[in-house]
């Protein structure tokens, strides 16, 4: 059965920093994408993040110059490096995988709190 499960959220003040990691438990057949959502009350979900297979980076305007994603592909393993948190930035994130056949992947989310 595949699992992803994330880690590294939690409660930070305001400019700190936090490393989210999603780990896959289980195989998926040639992952293609790893991308990183978040959701925050009463909002629409929305992509902050993708990386490719080949290493190639998208980012939402929103995290630009703050987010880093990266990928471990030999442990199927994805990272969100965020820095300069705002409150804004306050709510539950989510990795998802797309495998070569288009099938999606998601974990089921780690709480991250901006606040003072």
């Known amino acids: 059965q595949v699992q992803l499960v994330e880690s590294g959220g939690g409660l930070v003040q305001p400019g700190g920093s936090l490393r989210l990691s999603c780990a896959l438990s289980?195989?998926?057949?040639?992952?293609?994408?790893m991308d990183w959502y978040r959701q925050a009350p009463g909002k629409q979900r929305e992509l902050v993040a993708t990386i490719r297979s080949g290493g190639s980076t998208n980012y939402a305007d929103t995290g630009k110059g703050r987010f880093t994603i990266s990928r471990d592909n030999a442990k199927n393993t994805v990272h969100l490096q965020m820095n300069s948190l705002k409150p804004e930035d306050t709510a539950v994130y989510y990795c998802?995988?797309?495998?070569?056949?288009?099938?999606?992947?998601w974990g089921r989310g780690t709480q991250v709190t901006v606040s003072s």
């Open positions: 998802r995988f797309v495998d070569a056949y288009h099938r999606e992947y």
């Open positions: 289980g195989n998926i057949f040639s992952i293609s994408t």
